[in-house]
Nanobody, 122 residues
Framework: QVQLVESGGGLVQTGGSLRLSCAGS????????MGWFRQVPGKEREHVAA????????YYADSVKGRFTISRDNAKNTVYLQMNSLKPEDTAVYFC???????????????WGQGTQVTVSS
């Protein structure tokens, strides 16, 4: 079983930055692909970024490319999402996820965290 706990969400002004962290525990987490999704009430969950188990390959949604950076530290079982130049439309609950693979640039998520709220004020 894999458990994921996000932290680092909060309120920030437009143009500001936040760094989300996702601490994981459980079976072979360091060998799993990981990623971040986000969801706004009333809308489907949206893929944001993904990273391969080694950290050598990263993928981003077009809406965040050039502003967000995903990284991981397998020694700490932690994945990060550095978010810069934040916009009001980035406001959402952000979920960390882990899974066996990345397909067409999107993580095939098998495990989810509980989510952390990010609010960007205009």
């Amino acid at each position: 079983q894999v458990q994921l706990v996000e932290s680092g969400g909060g309120l920030v002004q437009t143009g500001g930055s936040l760094r989300l962290s996702c601490a994981g525990s459980g079976r072979a987490l360091s060998t799993r692909a990981m990623g971040w999704f986000r969801q706004v009430p009333g809308k489907e969950r949206e893929h944001v970024a993904a990273i391969s188990w080694s950290g050598g390959d990263t993928y981003y949604a077009d809406s965040v490319k050039g502003r967000f950076t995903i990284s991981r530290d397998n020694a700490k079982n932690t994945v990060y999402l550095q978010m810069n130049s934040l916009k009001p439309e980035d406001t959402a609950v952000y979920f960390c996820a882990a899974g066996p693979r990345i397909a067409l640039g999107i993580l095939a998520a098998a495990y989810w965290g509980q989510g952390t709220q990010v609010t960007v004020s205009s």
